[in-house]
């Protein structure tokens, strides 16, 4: 079906995609196999039995049981495998779904040590506990020769062995009670070769020791064996002619050979102090010119086959003259001084020589100093061109001896002391001074003086690479130079004195000043504003920091050569108002700081000014106005109360308006136009202000009256009114004409009084 669907173009892909559905086929039930759930297997524990015991006898048969605790959901005994460990190696593995058993048969002293048992099935693993199992006795080893019967030199092969024991051995082979040999073995026997160099009975045996994790077990000793050892017929002999008592030069000859009937083909040896002089065959003679260093103890020695023996004899040689001894006086000498070398032989055999048959050389480097004739001594002035190896020859009866060395190095008197001093000299603080000589052989004693008193005790160098070192406290500046050294090797006549100390001395800052510039007291806004910082002691660079309480890092920080430098804040305001110090420091590391100074930023002159004008027209501003509330509120209080007409013969039902405009006849009437009959108000007010609240009280028995206030501003035409200032108020006093009488007959005259404001007009208000 699926490969009708495939496009014609891949029909050729038809075959390999059905082989593809197939296999796939036959995967399937086999992952649907493998998805099944696993059994449940749970090891809850493993425990481990020894059988009989823990600690058995060797021989005894040992079973090691491995029960494991399983719980198993399957219904039926789950298989699982065991495994056995002894000291952590495997030694037994075994499947089972009961109890697993180790059986050890006869167990040996090797079957010794720590078991333990895993048990593992289903992905799961768990171990018992390490049980020890401890075997004693260990079989007694036997001894076995392969000749009891030898002679001299001829091998012995011996065999030691335990067939019932097991593990790693170390077999241990004894003559009489002393090791001969030792043979490690991984099997339960060894042996070995024995070569025998003496005659007689010999008794031999063994044991053996087992290996075990940790520690060892040693066997017992197994019988003894004995081996007879018969000595051979040859043996060696050494002649010494002409005697083993000889003087330096006399002719001495050694001779070793084998006495016996096969001397002809056995090698002989003669040697002294392990060094080989000379071999032959059967015999061998070693001849020499003897001299005090050949005495000793020959030896001569015969080989045959393993068998080796050994003769010897001692020879004394006594000196002719003895080795010479090159001595120098004085022991020590400083350039120009006079010194000696002498060569000489304690002891000379006068039976052969007199002393002047000893002649001696001097030797520089190895070349010869003295030529011709020389009796032993070599008489020089110190220089440094003779500073050399020194050695003395003796020579008698064509023997040469040679003395001992002696180095020659004349000794350099010192050179003027140098002084130096490590870090910086700080005024008041510990210097080390060092002295020290480019020049001068050791030991040097050096003194620090100061003013030409010591201060120190005396410092002496003994080593190339020490120095002298003196630790001093200057107080002021100028005492660094007061100091010199002093330098001896030789005495007083090799003293130097050093020059004085020159170095540059720091002197510790002393507590800064700080000055701030313009200093009238407050600082006024828009003044340059200076921090200037001030040492009166301190040497140069000295490093000034200015800070602002309230602040941790400095505002400004510099390095100065002088002793006293300026910070401008810049132009003052009210910002800068607060607490500044300033910290000086130089290369002492001691910080000073200055006590704090205050700026008070005042206002600059101007702005006061201006503050103060600005106060004075607000003061003047809110007077005036007061004072016009004032007048106005008390010129509407008046006319309410004293702007009034009154008839001469009122009537109730009567009343009269008089009204005022620019046109009015009383605003250009003249001052001399009054009626004498006319009345002022004031006048009338004054004289009867005390029936002002009786005309109140009668005012509706009164004919009504209108009142007019008229306000109107300075007249143009300055001929018909006076310039006035300010506000004025303009009383008129009016008087009806004789005109008006017939027209008013019920009055006999009216007064109005009108207010007149010129500055400020306001609208008419009719009362």
């Not at 097991?166 to 082979?173: E, N, Q, R």
């Not at 010119?289 to 003769?311: A, H, I, P, R």
């Not at 200076?530 to 941790?552: A, H, M, N």
Request: with cysteine.
């Amino acid at each position: 079906m699926w490969a009708a669907q495939l496009p014609p173009l891949r029909m050729g892909l038809q075959p390999l995609l059905l082989l593809l559905l197939l296999a796939t086929s036959l995967v399937s039930p086999t992952r649907v196999q493998d998805a099944e759930p696993r059994p449940v297997f749970l090891i809850d524990s493993v425990k481990l039995k020894v059988l009989p015991g823990h600690n058995v006898g060797s021989g005894t048969n040992v079973t090691l049981q491995c029960v494991p605790k399983i719980t198993s959901g399957t219904g039926k005994a789950p298989s699982y495998q065991s495994i056995f460990y002894r000291d952590g190696d495997l030694v037994f593995t075994q499947n089972s779904t009961t109890a697993s058993l180790l059986h050890i048969p006869g167990a040996r002293v090797a079957n010794s040590g720590s078991y333990s048992c895993v048990v593992s099935g289903y992905g799961m693993r768990k171990e018992s506990k390490s049980e020890t199992l401890s075997v004693t006795g260990l079989q007694t080893p036997v001894l076995i020769l392969n000749k009891s019967f030898v002679t001299e030199g001829e091998e012995v092969t011996v065999s030691c062995s335990a067939p019932e024991e097991l593990g790693k051995f170390f077999f241990y082979f004894y003559e009489e009670s002393k090791e001969v040999t030792k043979v490690q073995a991984s099997t339960n026997w060894a042996k070995a070769p024995l070569i025998f160099s003496s005659q007689g009975n010999k008794s031999l045996h063994c044991d053996y020791v087992v290996v075990l994790h940790p520690g060892s077990m040693r066997s017992n000793q197994s019988k003894t064996v004995n081996v007879f050892v018969q000595e051979l017929s040859i043996r060696p002999s050494i002649e010494i002619q002409p005697s083993t008592n000889v003087i330096e030069g006399d002719i001495l000859n050694i001779t070793c050979k084998v006495i016996g009937s096969l001397y002809e083909s056995v090698n002989v040896y003669v040697s002294k102090d392990n060094k080989l002089l000379q071999t032959g065959l059967g015999r061998s003679v070693f001849s020499k010119k003897m001299l005090s260093d050949d005495s000793g103890t020959y030896e001569c020695k015969l080989q045959m086959g393993n068998l080796l023996k050994t003769v010897n004899s001692s020879v004394v040689v006594s000196e002719l003259f003895s080795k010479p001894v090159l001595t120098m006086h004085p022991k020590e000498v400083f350039e120009k001084e006079p010194f000696s070398l002498a060569c000489n032989s304690l002891n000379i055999s006068t039976l052969r020589i007199q002393e002047n048959n000893v002649k001696y050389s001097i030797f520089k480097n190895g070349k010869i100093l003295t030529l011709g004739t020389f009796h032993g001594k070599y008489n020089r002035r110190a220089d440094t061109s003779l500073n050399g190896n020194y050695t003395c020859y003796a020579v008698a009866h064509m023997i040469r001896k040679t003395s001992n060395t002696i180095v020659f190095k004349a000794k350099v008197l010192v050179s003027k002391p140098l002084m130096k001093v490590s870090g910086n000299v700080i005024v008041g603080k510990n210097l080390s001074i060092q002295c020290h000589c480019e020049n001068g052989s050791l030991p040097i004693s050096y003194t620090l003086l100061n003013k030409k008193v010591p201060v120190h005790p005396v410092m002496t160098v003994w080593q190339p690479n020490d120095t002298a070192l003196f630790n001093v406290t200057i107080r002021r500046k100028e005492d660094i130079k007061n100091f010199t050294c002093e330098a001896e090797n030789n005495g007083y006549s090799s003293k130097k004195e050093s020059d004085v100390l020159n170095v540059t001395v720091i002197e510790p800052v002393s507590k800064p000043n700080l000055l701030i510039m313009p200093y009238l007291g407050d600082v006024t806004e828009g003044e340059d504003l200076y921090l200037q910082c001030t040492v009166k002691d301190g040497s140069p660079p000295i490093t000034f920091e200015w800070y602002r309480d309230g602040l941790d890092q400095p505002l400004y920080s510099t390095k100065s050569k002088g002793r006293s430098e300026s910070y401008r804040l810049g132009r003052a305001t009210s910002n800068h108002s607060s607490s500044y110090h300033c910290k000086a420091d130089n290369q002492a590391k001691e910080e000073m700081l200055s006590k704090a100074g205050t700026i008070n930023v005042r206002l600059a002159r101007w702005k006061k000014i201006l503050i103060g004008v600005f106060c004075i027209v607000l003061l003047v501003s809110l007077i005036g106005f007061g004072c016009y509330r004032y007048r106005v509120k008390r010129g509407k209080r008046e006319s309410a109360t004293e702007l009034s007409v009154k008839p001469s013969s009122p009537k109730s039902e009567d009343s009269l308006t008089v009204s005022l405009a620019h046109s009015t006849e009383v605003y250009n009437a003249d001052k001399d136009s009054g009626d004498a009959r006319g009345r002022s108000v004031w006048s009338e007010r004054e004289s009867h202000s005390d029936n002002d609240e009786q005309s109140s009280e009668e005012a509706p028995k009164e004919p009504d009256v209108e009142y007019t206030e008229v306000v109107h501003p300075q007249p143009a035409d300055s001929s018909r009114a006076p310039v006035r200032k300010g506000t004025d108020t303009v009383y008129t006093e009016l008087q009806n004409s004789p005109q008006d009488v017939t027209d008013h007959s019920g009055y006999q005259g009216s007064v109005e009084y009108a207010q007149l404001n010129h500055d400020l007009p306001e609208p008419v208000e009719a009362v």
